[in-house]
């Protein structure tokens, strides 16, 4: 059988502006990236990542629906064309997550132990084939587990069903984002005392302090992991930390957006 299934891919971080070939080249063939739309995200900084120096890279935590915590917005963008049926979505799917790793994915992956490709389908449509050929797609899967998360807060994907468990998104300016689906991968967090909290702000730049000195005494200025905070806030991605980040950037002389 053959569908009609208009989705696209919830982005917070670099996979929108990333300079990389492998990147760049996976939003021209996949995306609708003249189309991009601000919609609102439960999102923080709280990954650390070895391959960004040690700083921290954007994860999806429920506990950003809670007021307190509120603000976060990341960036929708189409795909060129719907998918039509298990093996399309599938193959869009991999090629997610061959751009997150910066490969080809000839395997067919969809997640490893830092993240998962999870799918959030629009509460308004009939979703019940869709959800259908995504879990096959997941069930197939060697390694996909939900990340970790505080118990406060739940989890943001069920390993089963592959299923994002965070609310569909609205557009910052307008109503509910007219997609049937999204896909977006959920990233594990760097949790502290051990599992009772998300890194805060101070911490969160002090990464990006301490790698922006790392590297200025060895003349990569040009190199300097701060990078992925800078340009975020470039490209319209926000998180409820930001401000308390930016401050402490800048009282560390470097200029911030």
């Known amino acids: 059988m053959k ?13 929108l502006w990333d300079d990389d070939g492998c990147r760049e080249e996976w939003r021209n063939r996949w995306l609708s990236i003249d189309d991009a739309r601000r919609v609102i995200a439960p999102i923080r900084y709280g990954r650390l990542s070895k391959g960004r120096g040690c700083t921290y890279t954007m994860v999806f935590s429920r506990a950003c629906r809670r007021a307190a915590y509120a603000g976060g917005v990341g960036v929708a963008v189409a795909f060129k064309a719907p998918m039509d049926d298990a093996e399309s979505l599938a193959a869009a799917a991999h090629a997610l997550w061959g751009a997150e790793k910066k490969e080809s994915n000839s395997g067919g992956r969809l997640g490893a132990s830092w993240g998962a490709v999870g799918l959030l389908a629009n509460p308004q449509r009939d979703a019940s084939e869709l959800l259908a050929a995504w879990k096959t797609c997941v069930v197939r899967q060697p390694c996909y587990s939900a990340p970790s998360h505080l118990k406060s807060e739940g989890a943001v994907l069920d390993e089963e069903s592959g299923r994002l468990l965070i609310p ?20 594990d967090p760097e949790l502290m005392v051990p599992g009772q909290r998300y890194p805060s702000a101070a911490r969160i730049a002090a990464a990006w302090i301490a790698d922006r000195d790392q590297k200025a005494r060895s003349g990569q200025t040009e190199k300097q992991e701060v990078k992925y905070f800078l340009e975020n806030r470039k490209h319209g991605i926000s998180t409820f930390q ?16």
Do not use: K, Q
Request: charge should be negative.
């Open 168 to 187: 569909w998104p609205h557009e910052v300016v307008g109503g509910p984002l007219n997609l049937d689906f999204l896909l977006a991968t959920a990233t």
């Open 3 to 15: 569908y009609d299934w208009r989705g696209g891919v919830l982005v917070v971080g670099s996979l």
């Open 242 to 257: 930001d401000d308390r980040i930016r401050a402490y950037l800048l009282g560390a002389g470097i200029e911030s957006v």
